[in-house]
């Protein structure tokens, strides 16, 4: 079962990186035609839109995730999807209705003023259609089409791109090319992965799946908020409390730091349907914790390398005035680490169905975040914000792991644990201490990552009894287990 969990990883990590990649593509020319200030304004605005879309969400996709699963017949399946896409539909609508004449009380709440009214509103517009594109895509993961999934990431990320060379860089628009962007992409996609949706499931309203989606879906919604806490909040405060610009450099260093999330959305492609999968064998315990220890692992050597490498590259890739934004990624990266370590540590719970009991850590851990930000961030500003965040996901992943074992307790590899935190460490005080000339630098550092990653893997291997075989006939290598 572990070869599932690595092979679709594989191939959602195509797609995954296409969805994502249009900001990091868009780093060199961002930072060459947009100053500082712009790429805070752009980040506080994305954020703003963020935290509506989590509200509308209503857990939809991971509800139709779930539940795609419990459905026993393909009528059944129709059904659920109908429900779930003509629900969403509905919330798109009111959505608009009610936020689209909030926008300049909401600017002036994110901002302190409302000149970047229109900027809001239209990016409000372009978030709520654009949650029309999810849904097609969790359901292309609940039926196990990785490659049907990668293939629509690789097109929208084309048709990103050239929107954004198109009015970012051919005509000059700044922050509104930007905001134009967003809106022009999610409305093709939305209406392209719309009618196929349509073609194939129809259209229906059953009150039965209703009721089990919403049941499942909205208890999330407040775990969305307090996570929209937990990784956005302390924008908010830098606008009040840093400029413009240095607000700008931090959101650089976040979008770096913010990678090692960007690896676990990959994993979680196949990680979730892996999951519920394996749960119902005779053996989805010692398989579960196996799996939870490669995430772990994995996402340490992952966390390294964004820790090791963030400084060279954004060396070579950003304009002088942003080298500075490499200071605040170490802690952000190891922040992201004890993120994707709670979706490990919370599965006890999601078998059980307790989704509501995570409330508690959500809403704790979002005090928590509140509270550090509001004493951090005025006296130590963007070194303030990185720290606060750091904390609050490490509290966070505790009262996540608190809760499940409570609920429904699950073997896992607390030693995993502890060799990434080491590893995590090490890679910092390297990120610290070493300085070269540029390419002498990267070269070292990539030296310096094999070696921690090799060292992470054969402990894995050892630990847990895999090894990679290798077949001669074939050539090719496969994960397996000792029998």
Known sequence: MLRTLVKDSAVYAVGTIASRLVGFIMIPVYTRVLTPADYGIIETIIRLVDVIGMFLSLGL??????????????????????????????VVAAGVLVFWPLSPWLTRLAFGHDRY???VAVSLIG?????LIELPLTLWRAEGKPWRFTTISLVKL???????????VWLRWGVWGVVMSGLLNAVLWSVVLGVLVRLRYGSCFDKHWL?????????????????????YSDRFFLTRYASESELGLYSLAYRFGMLVSVFFGILSRAWWPWVFRVAEEEEGGKQLCRGGAFILLSGAAFCTAV???????????????????SRFVAPIAVAYWFFISSSSLRVGALMANQTPKFAIANIASAVVCLLLNAVLIPRYSAWGAAFATVFSFAVFAFFVWAVAQRVNPLPHDYGAIVLSLVAMLAACWVDKHLRFALWMDLLARVGIWVGISSALALLFVRNHKVRLLVVPHWEKKVWTQRT
């Open 61 to 90: 996709a991971e509800a139709l995730l779930r539940h795609y699963y419990l459905a026993k017949t393909d009528d059944e399946r129709n059904r659920l999807i109908g429900t779930v896409f003509n629900l969403n539909l509905l």
């Open 117 to 119: 009214t229109l900027y």
């Open 127 to 131: 978030m709520m259609i654009g949650s």
């Open 158 to 168: 084309f048709t990103q791109l050239s929107a954004n060379i198109i009015l970012v």
């Open 211 to 231: 009721a089990q989606v919403l049941r499942y879906g909205l208890p999330l919604v407040p775990a969305s908020m307090s996570q929209f806490v937990l990784h």
């Open 307 to 325: 820790i090791l490498m963030s400084s060279p590259v954004i060396r070579m890739v950003a304009a002088p005035s942003f080298w500075d934004a």
